[in-house]
Structure formats: structure tokens, C-alpha cells
């Protein structure tokens, strides 16, 4: 069994790593607003100043 905080730093990890993979979606594709607001659920709990950037960028990727 793992522990609680292996688990965590696991479940850190696997968010950074789609992290990464959603920044190049961004990248070749500005207008995406939909995965500027799956980064920013991603961070909602844990990162509140960085989720709320992505749901800026999507909300401003609405309106271009």
C-alpha cells in the first residue's frame, strides 16, 4: 500500500504532466478555450493564482 503522501506526490506529478501536455495544446491553438478551463479546474484547489489566469486566458480566447 502506498502512502498518503506517495499518493500525493503521484497525483502531483500526473497534474503537472498534463499540465504540459495542455500548454502545447494552448500554444498551437490560442483560441482553445476549452482547454485554458481544463488547466485552470486542474488547479482550482491547489494553485488558485494559476487557475485563475487559465480562466482569464479562456475567457478572453471567447472573445477574440
Do not use: C, H, T, W
Amino acid at each position: 500500500k502506498q502512502s498518503n503522501s506517495l499518493k500525493s506526490e503521484e497525483q502531483q506529478g500526473k497534474r503537472y504532466e498534463a499540465f504540459a501536455l495542455y500548454k502545447r495544446v494552448i500554444e498551437l491553438n490560442p483560441k482553445d478555450y476549452q482547454a485554458n478551463f481544463d488547466v485552470a479546474q486542474m488547479f482550482d484547489q491547489v494553485e488558485p493564482p494559476l487557475a485563475l489566469l487559465y480562466y482569464e486566458q479562456g475567457l478572453k480566447s471567447l472573445k477574440l
